[in-house]
């Protein structure tokens, strides 16, 4: 283990922080500079916001037509059958892209887009 230069402060020295389980890690700020620590604030949000937004806040895809990353509210899956490319009955193989649900020029492309071969 090596020593750090503190973040806070710029005191040079090794600064292990312990988990609840005992377990350690080197960290480049020193526990005084990591205690004093204070997060920026965050705006109030009500529940009924989170529980709508929850999982938009987490999921974000990115658009295999135009490459746009977008909330997974704002993303649709176009779905077709492929098994027949490669010698498959019907059924078997599903190609699914993603594209931009508000953007019909996406939609349209989704519907004979493929995966780039490489």
Known sequence: MSDFVCQGCGRTAMFLVADPL???AQVPICPACLMSFVPPAVPAISLDEIKNRKFDLIARWTCHVCGKERPDAEIAVAKRDVGAEYGLPEGIMTLNV???ADDPDCAEKAKTWNFPKG
């Open 22 to 24: 005992g377990r350690t």
């Open 98 to 100: 993603r594209h931009c």
